[in-house]
Every structure is written in C-alpha cells, then in structure tokens.
C-alpha cells in the first residue's frame, strides 16, 4: 500500500471537516427533537431533501440567490415543522411509533420529490460553486466553508438559547419530567410547537447548504440516515453541539479512510464507530 | 385494550391449517392456469416468508428490525454465488443462505441487544445501517465487484411440472415451514416471553426470562427464514445486484405488511402480505409505481394511528369482546383452602440471603454503603427506613435489576450477585413492584403463568396455566383469569404482583410496599396472605411502612437510613433503639 504524501492527508482531513459539519447540521435537529420531544424524527432527512430541491428550483428557475432562498425555506419549514408537530400531539406520538410514521412520512416526500423532479441527479449551479481559494497547499472550496460556519454558529446558537434562556431551560425541564415542568407553570404544548418548528426549520436550513456542496437523487434520502444517526448517539441525544462534534470525527475518519484505502469503503466507518460506542458503552441501569 | 397474549400450544388445528392450506396451494400447477397465477402467487408467498420471517422477532417482541433486507440479500449472495460461480447444486445452497443469515444476525444481535437504553430505537437504527453496510461490502469485495451475478446457468430443481412452479412450489415450502415456526414460537415458552420484553423487558428478566437469548434466537429464526426467501429469490431474478437487493424497500414492505396485518398474530403477516402484494401489483401494473410508493408510506401511517392493532387482531378482538361479555365479575374473597405447597427444602433457621458490605452508588448518591445482614430460612424479615433510605435500592440489587457496585450476596451458599437477573429468578427469589408492572398485553392468567414457566418452578406451558390459576384463587383474583392488566384496579393489581411471585414458586419473597394503597380490612387480607405464604414454606422480606403490618408480621426487622444499617432484631427492641425513632421522626422527638 502506497501512503499518501502529507498535503493529500490534509486536504483529506479538511474535507472530512466539512462534511462533518453538513453531519452536524443536519443531526441538530434530529437530536434536539429526540432528546427534548422524544421523538426520532426521520422525516427531517426527507425535509432536509425537500429544502434542497426548493433551493435549487428557486435559484435556477427562479434566478434568487442559492443562500438568499434560506430566507424562504427556514420560516415556511418553521411552519411546516409546528404543522407536524400539532397533528403529532392531536393522535399522541409514541418515540417508537414516530420513527415509523414519519418513515412514512419520508415515504411520501420522497415519491413527491421523485414525481416532480425526476430520479435523475440534479447539481446546483452557483456563483458559490465555482469560488474556491488556496490556503497554502489546501484548496478551500466556499460552499463547505458556508455549510461548517453555518453548523458552527447555529450550534452556538441553539446550545446558548437551551442554556440560557428561560425557554430553553423549560424545554430542557419538560424533556426531564413532563408532568412537573408543566406543574411549574411551562407551557409545554407552546414549547413543543416552537421547538419542532424550529427543528424542522433547521432542516431547511440543512437542505440549502445541501444544495449547495452536492449533487442531488431523491434516493439518497436513505444515505445520510446511517451516518447522522451515528453522530447524533456519538454526540449525545439532546446535545446541541454533539452532533457537529461527532460528526467532524466521523467525516475525518471516513476522509482518510477513503484517503489510506478506497472510497466505497467510507459507509462502514460510521457503523463501525456506532458499534464500537455500542460494545464500549451499552448504557447505564 | 384487547390485545390478547397468545394462547397456549394445545390445539393442532392451526397446524393442521397451515399443512392443510400449503397441500391445496401444492395443487396449483396442474391445475393449467396461465403462467401469471404462478408468478403471482410465488410473490405472495415470497412476502409471507419475508413478512412472517421479520414478525418472530419484531412483532412479537416488539423490537422491529429495519434491516430484514440485509438478511435476506445475504441469503440472496450465498445462493447466487454458491450456485452460479461454485456450481454448488441450488438446493444446497438454502441451507447455507439460512446460516450465513442467522450467523450475520446473531453478530449484530450479540452486540445491539446488550444495550439497556434506547434499546428499541437503537436496534431499528443499527439494522437499518446494516443494510447499506451489507451491501457496502458486497459490493466492494470479490462476492459482487459491481456487475451483479447471473444465475441464468444455474438448473431449477425439477419438481414441478415446469421451471416457473418448481420456484412456486419451493417458496410454497418456504412459506409453511415459516407460518409452522412463527405458530410454534408463539404458543411456546419462547413466545410467552418475547411478549413479555414487548411489554416490560426489566420486569420480564426479574421474573426469570433470559430476555438476551430469547432475543437472539428469534432474531437468529428470524434472519435464517429470510436467507432462505432469499435464496429462492435469487434463483426466481436470476440476476442479483446489490442496489436492487440493499434496498428500503424490503424492510418497508415487510414491516407495513406485519403492522397491516396484525404483529401479535403468528398469522397477520400472512394477512398482510397477501392484501400488500395485490395492492402493489394493481400499482406496478398500472405503472404508477412512484404513486405505489406514496400509498406505501400512507398505508403505513393510518394502520399505525388508526389500526395498531392490525386488520386480524382488529377482528380477533371483535371475536373475543363477544365471547368473553359474559363473564365479567367482582373479585372474590382469598381462598386460603386449596394452596399448593411451595417448598420445604433446608434447615429452619439458617441463613439463606447472606449479604455482606453490599454497596451501590448512583451518580452522586450512596444508595446502600456497607450493607451486612442475614436473612434465615422460614422467617419474615421487615426492611424498614425513612423514604430515600434504600429499601427498594436492597430489593432491586437482590433480585439484579441492579448490580451492585461493591459487597456480596449469597444464596444458599452461592454467591448471585453478579448473576443476570433472570438466572437470580431461577435460583428461587422472587419480587413485587410497589408500583404494579403487569405485562399489559397478556392477560392476567399468562402473566402468573409466565413465571410459573420462567421462575424456579420451570413448569411447561399446560402445567404452569395450572398453577397460575391456583395462584390466581389463592389471591382472590380466579374470576380475573382472563381480564387484561389494564382492567384491574390498584387492589387487584397489587394481589397480581403476588400471585405472579407466588408461581415462581421462591424460596425467598421480596415483596416493595404490597400493602400501600391498601384500604384497612384489604390489608388484613393481605396479612393473612403473607403469613400463609410463608406456612407454605418461602421465607419473606417484605418492605412496608404500615407499622401495623409490620408489628403483626415481622419476626426481625431490619432499619436503614442512608443506605446504612442503623438498626436490626426483634421489632420491639429495634423500635425502642435511639437512631431509629429520630431516623423516622426526626431528632427533636427522640
């Protein structure tokens, strides 16, 4: 086996970085939703998809900018987060039961999605697609520098809002025990609502940046759930910043593994470290 | 609620059902059909493999797998490459699809079902990875290398009259041999308990269930079946790739058909799959498969929110509802005639439970520090102390819930503290939730039945229904048989907890507040129960914090504050000793 030189491996790990923050943006809301509404939302992938899609229908079509169209996506996802989100409470969601409803769910996303723009691959062309800049030896394409300083600020976001404000100390309490956060006078239903709004939102937020560094197949829904999944335990369930974290570790270790070895091999090094986490740690009483 | 448990194995008549249906269909070739019946029928009953196959584990125990396709393409690949590439002749090659499946499933189960937390979730996230990776691997190794294998080589087996009804007939085979392990699992011992982890999997392994081997081998059944779907299928494509076969489709289609269906019925599956592949053949032959697709996913979601019992329990339960009308009355008095022995083993007065220096810590809190005493056989042992003083921590280290972190126990000379909790079961201890934890969807006949099978007593299924309708006189609940836990009230759900340690037959009873929310003369009742349980020969803890209880019962008492031992000996003495009284009433009345 030949070993790499010394730029390839770091342009490997820098690569590795940015996917690792599209991981990490897109497990944020799948870890906030699971560890503070109790729900695995699987959806999200298909709403993260159905962004993407928009994004680029509005910025070839519609002729807006690719980052312009967040201003669009994020509240109109909002909504359609708090929408899901009150069907959900009307016919009481268990955990388990919302991961396959919204399997269902991401079902039928995908078929629409499959109806309107085809099977076929679609990349968004950009002004941000072609801007690429050298630092020292490492090329730094933009797309991936917007989608890392994006995760980073929206994780710094959300971790502060749940630490610090009194929102997000109620969300935190009604996650722990229900029953008696609402006895102290936290208006659960409210806070549900603005979380899953905000949860869904943050998919569209996902989806745009999505749009931006891939090509795009209403197939490769399925493909990202492996992987962000395993970032969203590695991290931590409910841990704003967990996501992000795990997911720069798992995306380094799927660069270079892909780097030392073959690219096809890439999908097994997120399993692996899910069952190592698994063999190491199989949880307390 | 009307799920209903299963009911025991006795009754050949579904499986003369199953022999008896699979015969008719066997009949089909010669009866000069159009080739498309054929063809048609061969994909209802490659799902109902599939269906039935993922319901062993998934429905039953309620641990649903989304990667039935791996397992399933694994078989695929072992039959395609055995067959096509080392010309292995084809029906030898379904032996082996169905161990390289098991094999791949008990390597993933091995390590998932260790997981105490999330463990349902975990498991449908990690096989649902594990089918990418499967494919990952195949298709990046010799076995594939990217073109797909061709069987178009390979010979059909001839047993039928032609190459298209020899793979009908075989997937016939494969369906009955799968509807005759899914009927035999659910009415046997194994089945009783994976219902058991669907409703409560801690309490199952307390009352004596080996929850992680029950998992294992019906995840192992489970995986070998759909090898061998597998293993036919390849030979019916005659050309296997790896996107086609890796797919969500499989575990979509197989887990809408089951929840369609009905997961608590060995047949709903069945049912399932047979409504699913017409409804699917109407799409794909109308070429509207993408609008297939969508109906999948809406199909899934109303049967959820609006059928979770599924279209055969839906109607199983209408059957029930009228049948079951009638007998509904209040429960009666305990009987104290009629009692079954328990056991009469050792020497009065030894030690049974010695514990010694027995420490557990939860984060940040010492639950039990330095923990010693005995417990004699025959006696009845009070475990007193203010709220928060570790009586129900004693009880749950005792009986495994949890380990503990430092000291010993000793059961009759044998040390059980790192044991599982379900081997702790069968060694003869026995345990009561303060607050009941019935299996909700077994009726309250099979939850005593349950422990009768799985507890030291170890009794088949016929005789342990026996024996839990003794128990279930013995407590006053006989008239309840066949109510479901969710019907009862608190009275009765407490005496539920009794009969359901009772059958277990302990030498040692640990009972966590039976008597509270007790109204006075339920409690006498139940005063005269303990004592009759302990003439029948199970020595007692009990903890409670009725003092009257406790006076009347108690032959020695235990008290502890703080997780440790302030106090021990007769209750008179014990009451009267300085650190008691204030550790219960607080300093100034001491």
Not at chain 1, 92 to 101: A, E, Q
Not at chain 1, 145 to 172: E, N
Not at chain 2, 216 to 234: P, R, T
Not at chain 2, 492 to 508: G, M
Request: overall charge positive.
């Amino acid at each position: 086996m030949q070993f790499p030189s010394a730029t390839l491996l770091a342009q490997s790990v820098l690569s590795g970085i940015f996917v690792g923050a599209l991981y990490g943006l897109l497990g944020l809301g799948l870890t906030l939703s699971w560890g503070l509404l109790r729900q695995i939302n699987l959806a999200y992938f298909a709403l993260t998809f159905l962004a993407a899609y928009l994004c680029y229908q509005l910025a070839t079509v519609g002729g807006m900018d690719p980052l312009a169209t967040i201003l669009v996506i994020a509240p109109g996802f909002f909504l359609l987060g708090v929408a899901l989100q009150w069907v959900f409470e009307r016919v009481h969601v268990t955990p388990f039961n919302s991961l396959l409803i919204t399997f269902g769910l991401t079902v039928i996303v995908e078929s629409v999605i499959q109806s309107i723009w085809t099977a076929d691959f679609r990349r968004l062309e950009s002004v941000y697609g072609v801007a690429k800049f050298r630092l020292g030896p490492l090329y730094v394409p933009a797309p991936e520098l917007i989608t890392l300083g994006v995760a980073i600020a929206l994780s710094l976001a959300l971790w502060a809002a749940l630490r610090f404000t009194d929102l997000g100390k109620a969300m935190r309490a009604a996650a722990e025990d229900g029953p008696i956060a609402s006895a102290f006078g936290v208006d659960r239903r409210f806070n549900a609502l603005a979380l899953a709004g905000t949860c869904a939102a943050l998919s569209g937020v996902a989806g745009v940046c999505l749009a931006l560094t891939y090509t795009l197949a209403p197939a490769q829904i399925y493909a990202w759930i492996g992987v962000v999944f395993a970032a969203v335990m590695l991290g931590g369930i409910g841990r704003a910043w967990g996501p992000l974290v795990a997911g720069i570790a798992i995306g380094v270790s799927e660069a270079l593994t892909m780097a030392l070895t073959a690219p096809s091999w890439a999908p097994l090094v997120s399993f692996s470290l899910l069952i190592v986490l698994l063999l190491v740690r199989p949880g307390r009483e | 609620m009307s799920r209903r448990a299963p009911r025991p194995g006795r009754g050949w008549a579904p499986l003369a059902g199953i022999v008896g249906a699979g015969a008719i269909l066997a009949g089909v070739p010669y009866l000069g059909l159009p080739l498309f019946y054929e063809s048609f029928l061969y994909l209802v009953l490659h799902w109902i493999v599939l269906a039935t196959s993922w319901n062993i584990l998934s429905g039953y125990s309620g641990y649903f797998s989304f990667g039935h396709g791996a397992f399933f393409g694994a078989g695929m690949y072992t039959t395609a490459v055995l067959a096509a590439r080392l010309e292995v002749p084809f029906v030898w090659t379904l032996p082996a699809a169905a161990a390289v499946a098991a094999v791949m499933g008990l390597a993933l189960g091995a390590v998932v079902f260790r997981v105490r937390e999330l463990r349902g979730e975990l498991f449908a996230l990690v096989t649902l990875a594990a089918t990418f990776v499967v494919g990952t691997i195949i298709l990046n190794t010799p076995i594939d290398g990217g073109p797909g294998v061709y069987l178009n080589a390979v010979p059909v087996p001839r047993i039928g009259p032609s190459p298209a009804s020899s793979l009908y007939l075989m997937a016939l085979a494969a369906a009955v041999l799968t509807l005759l392990v899914a009927r035999a699992v659910y009415g046997s011992r194994l089945g009783m308990g994976l219902f058991a982890i669907h409703d409560d999997e801690d309490a199952a392994e307390v009352m004596g269930v080996p929850t992680y081997r029950c998992k294992l081998i019906a995840f192992a059944a489970s995986c070998a079946l759909a090898g061998v779907a597998g293993g036919i299928h390849a030979l019916f494509v005659s050309y296997v790739t790896v996107s086609e076969t890796f797919s969500i489709i499989v575990p979509l289609t197989v887990v809408l058909m089951s929840v369609l269906g009905g997961t608590r019925q060995w047949a709903g599956p069945a049912v399932g799959a047979a409504l699913i592949t017409a409804l699917l053949y109407a799409f794909t032959a109308g070429n509207h498969a993408v609008a297939g697709k969508a109906v999948f996913g809406a199909v899934l979601i109303a049967a959820i929110l609006f059928m979770p019992d599924g279209v055969l329990g839906a109607i199983m339960s209408r059957v029930r509802r009228r049948a079951s009308s009638r007998g509904a009355e209040r429960a009666a008095a305990p009987t104290l005639e009629a009692l079954p022995e328990i056991d009469h083993a050792g020497k009065h007065g030894e030690p049974l439970l010695v514990v010694h220096d027995l420490g557990k810590r939860f984060t940040g809190v010492r639950a039990l520090a330095g923990v010693s005493f005995d417990v004699r056989r025959g006696e009845i042992l009070a475990l007193l102390g203010p709220n928060g003083s570790g009586k129900s921590t004693f009880i749950n280290v005792v009986s495994g819930h949890y380990r503990a972190d430092e000291g010993s126990i000793t059961f009759e000379g044998r040390r059980i503290e790192a044991l599982p909790a379900h081997a702790i079961a069968r060694a003869g201890i026995a345990r009561t939730y303060q607050i009941p934890r019935p299996f909700a969807h077994l009726s309250v006949l099979d939850n005593v039945a349950l422990t009768a099978m799985f507890g030291r007593a170890a009794q088949d299924r016929a005789m342990a229904e026996r024996e839990a309708r003794r128990w279930l006189a013995f407590t006053g609940l006989g008239s309840r048989a066949d109510a479901m836990p969710p019907a009862l009230n608190l009275h009765q759900r407490k005496f539920l907890e009794l009969a359901r340690a009772l059958a277990a037959r302990p030498r040692l009873l640990l009972l966590d507040e039976v008597l509270s929310g007790l109204t006075p003369s339920e409690i006498n009742d139940a005063i005269a129960l303990v004592r009759s349980i302990r003439e029948r020969g199970t020595t007692i803890v009990f903890v409670e914090h009725v003092m009257r209880a406790v006076m009347a019962l108690a032959d020695r008492v235990v008290v502890l504050d703080h997780g440790v031992v302030i106090g021990e000996g007769l209750p008179d003495d014990v009451m009267r000793q300085e650190g008691v009284a204030s550790a219960f009433l607080g300093r100034q009345h001491a």
